[in-house]
Structure formats: C-alpha cells, structure tokens
T-cell receptor, first 110, second 114 residues
Framework: QKEVEQDPGPLSVPEGAIVSLNCTYS??????FMWYRQYSRKGPELLMY????GNKEDGRFTAQVDKSSKYISLFIRDSQPSDSATYLC??????????FGKGTKLTVNP | SAVISQKPSRDICQRGTSLTIQCQVD?????MFWYRQQPGQSLTLIAT?????????ESGFVIDKFPISRPNLTFSTLTVSNMSPEDSSIYLC???????????FGPGTRLTVL
C-alpha cells in the first residue's frame, strides 16, 4: 500500500460548482497535512496547512482532516476557471520529509 | 514566504552529459530540499541539504548521481550526472517557511534528456 493515495482524475466541473478533492494515507504517525496547487509549468504553491483533525477554512477553500479514517479533503466553493490546476496533497511525519499524492488535475469550465 | 528562483528553467541535454541546476532563495534558510517530479508520478524527495554539512539522500538516490552543494544559507545546486532519458523530469528546490512545517517550492527546472 502506498503511503499516500490520491485519485489523479482528471476532474472537470462547471464554474460555480463545489469541488471535493481527497487523499488517503496509511501511516498514523503522519501529523501535518498540506494542499498545494500547481499550475501548468509552475512550481507547487502552498494553499492550506493543518495539523489537527477537523476543518480549516480560508476563503473559498476548506481543508478537512479525519485522522481516525486517515482521510484528508480539500473543498473548493464557487469554483472559478482560475482554479483549474493540479492539486497535490502532502503529508508529513516527524521528519522534514513531505510525502505527496500524485495530484488531481482539475478543470473548471466557464 | 521566501522567494525561490531556479536556473535554468528548462534544458534539453544529450545522454551521458551532466547538468547543474541552481536554486537561489531571497532569505537565509537552514534547510533546502531537492525534489523530482516525473510525469504521472508523485513529487519525490531526492535529498535534504543543510549548509555546512553533507546532503542527506533518500532511498534510491545516491550522491554520485545527484551531487549537491550548499555553499551558503541562500544558495544550493543539484547536479544530474551521466544523464539518461529516464532522468527527464522536473526538478524542484524547496525551503521551509517561518511556520515550522510549511515548505515552499521554486518554479522548477524542466529537463529533457535525449
């Protein structure tokens, strides 16, 4: 079993839709959870960072962590064409090493 | 967050040659990281580079193939040696931000080996 599993999509939604992106992980020692957004031919950009179970909200983005199920989610409300990108989940344990999912490619159609 | 730049942004190289990628940060940072992003694969950590010490390599990556320099607190280089087409990838450097566990990435170097 891979340490982090992420559905690669692609995912295509109409503008204004609510988007749900998900990852599962296998190691209960993971403590820190991040979501990155990566536009084509750009480096990953940190969107959300959390270390506890529950929800964290930032504008149209909500990160959700369920440590008991080893499941993390990113919700995007009122999605915009500018949200079209690849979204990467990343998880970190006690060391500095980040373990990434493969990324989900999202297209928001106007 | 720190501003991270990389050179070159892209390159096309012949097999058997080597390429050195530079990473510059606009502030002093203790730890710098080098990642590889192959098509359809997860971002994978190659090594961690601390100033004044040898880089620490992840399983599957060796110093002879990916030598790293870290001469000061704002700069690092990664060399991809004796390249083969399997080395075609995006190479990214990363640093930690002021919050303890955030990591930020440079724009990447897109390498194609023929």
């Amino acid at each position: 079993q891979k340490e982090v599993e992420q559905d690669p999509g692609p995912l295509s939604v109409p503008e204004g839709a609510i988007v749900s992106l998900n990852c599962t992980y296998s190691n209960s020692a993971f403590q820190y959870f991040m979501w990155y957004r990566q536009y084509s031919r750009k480096g990953p950009e940190l969107l959300m960072y959390t270390y506890s179970s529950g929800n964290k909200e930032d504008g149209r983005f909500t990160a959700q962590v369920d440590k008991s199920s080893k499941y993390i989610s990113l919700f995007i409300r009122d999605s915009q064409p500018s949200d079209s990108a690849t979204y990467l989940c990343a998880i970190q344990g006690g060391s500095e090493k980040l373990v990434f999912g493969k990324g989900t490619k999202l297209t928001v159609n106007p | 967050s720190a501003v991270i730049s990389q050179k070159p942004s892209r390159d096309i190289c012949q097999r058997g040659t080597s390429l050195t990628i530079q990473c510059q940060v606009d502030s002093q940072v203790t730890m710098m990281f080098w990642y590889r992003q192959q098509p359809g694969q997860s971002l994978t950590l190659i090594a961690t580079a601390n100033q004044g010490s040898e880089a620490t390599y992840e399983s599957g990556f060796v110093i002879d193939k990916f030598p790293i320099s870290r001469p000061n607190l704002t700069f690092s280089t990664l060399t991809v040696s004796n390249m083969s087409p399997e080395d075609s990838s995006i190479y990214l450097c990363s640093t930690k931000g002021p919050q303890n566990n955030e990591q930020f990435f440079g724009p990447g170097t897109r390498l194609t080996v023929l």
